[in-house]
């Protein structure tokens, strides 16, 4: 009776052990690029593969005296879907990625004086490593480019809003160099 009821207690165990599927992480390079708040969430769909989702978000405008209009700015929102695959073991060494990706930004070019903003729309890869410091820790390093379609339009300053140039082009821009840290459950 013992036994039997040991074996039906391990086997609800096992039906109901909680597996590290999910992934939050940000990255930290991206925070230090004018303050850049980001966060992806990932989810473990297979041995070799997570489903991964992201955001970012930077509101903040610098004060800058040498400057016309006297701001530096890299305002954005931008949000992206995309699949990992991992080469050893999800979660755990190389992988590499794809996603697609949707940003709106404001950025103010210092050497040039003048701003521009628009939307983009466009897909990713990159590649990298993902070390595991603990069994709920890892420190991600990685590099990626992105390309799409760019919608549009440069002011002469800052504050003026008169446009020198608008329309739409085609891109490829460096997307993100990662030094994330990712929290496992």
Not at 3 to 24: E, G, K, P, R, T
Not at 44 to 50: E, Q
Not at 112 to 130: C, F, K, L, P
Request: aromatic residues 14%; proline residues 2%; glycine residues 10%.
């Amino acid at each position: 009776m013992r036994l039997s009821a040991c074996m039906v207690a391990m086997m609800l165990a096992a039906c109901f052990a909680w597996a590290q599927n999910w992934s939050v992480s940000s990255n930290m390079i991206g925070l230090a690029d004018m303050g850049t708040l980001n966060a992806s969430a990932s989810y473990a769909v297979a041995k070799h593969w997570s489903v991964t989702a992201g955001v970012r978000y930077n509101p903040f405008s610098f004060r800058d005296g040498s400057m016309e209009g006297g701001a530096v700015r890299k305002m954005q929102r931008g949000a992206s879907l995309g699949a990992r695959y991992w080469l050893w073991h999800v979660y755990s060494g190389w992988w590499m990625s794809a996603q697609a990706q949707y940003q709106e930004y404001n950025f103010t070019k210092k050497k040039a004086g003048n701003t521009s903003e628009g939307d983009r729309i466009g897909a990713a890869v990159s590649a990298g490593y993902s070390y595991m410091v603990a069994p709920w820790l890892n420190v991600e390093l990685g590099l990626g480019f992105w390309s799409g379609y760019d919608k549009y339009k440069v002011y002469d300053c800052p504050t003026c809003g008169l446009t020198v140039e608008q329309g739409s082009r085609v891109f490829l821009s460096p997307e993100d160099v990662i030094l994330a840290l990712s929290i496992i459950f």
